[in-house]
């Protein structure tokens, strides 16, 4: 299993329309893919501008299919990344999972 973190600074005044180009991406893109096993997003209450991305995939190749969808290329490669000052790709291995 891969899995993909992203904290993501937000421009100023942009977190309502980051919201909007998620919520309208999981459905489309996430959740019909059969590789991604989860695709979360969290928000800080105490951190303005600022999402957190946790993405797991089935593999490398899950990933790839993922991030060279055309919903992606669409909302995320496209209108999300207008709004983002800044992110970082963090990959992580599962050690322990409850």
């Known amino acids: 299993m891969l899995a993909k973190v992203f904290p ?3 421009k100023s005044g942009m977190q309502a329309e980051a919201e909007a180009v998620v919520l309208d991406f999981a459905p489309k893109g996430p959740a019909l893919e059969d590789g991604t096993l989860s695709f979360r997003v969290y928000r800080d209450p105490a951190n303005p501008d600022y999402l957190l991305f946790v993405e797991h995939f089935a593999d490398q ?6 991030t060279g969808s055309e ?3 669409e909302l995320i490669a496209g209108r999300f990344a207008d709004l983002i000052v800044e992110f970082v790709e963090l990959d992580h291995e599962l050690l322990v999972s409850h």
């Open 8 to 10: 993501i600074k937000l």
């Open 71 to 73: 919903v992606y290329r």
């Open 61 to 66: 190749a899950a990933y790839d299919a993922h």
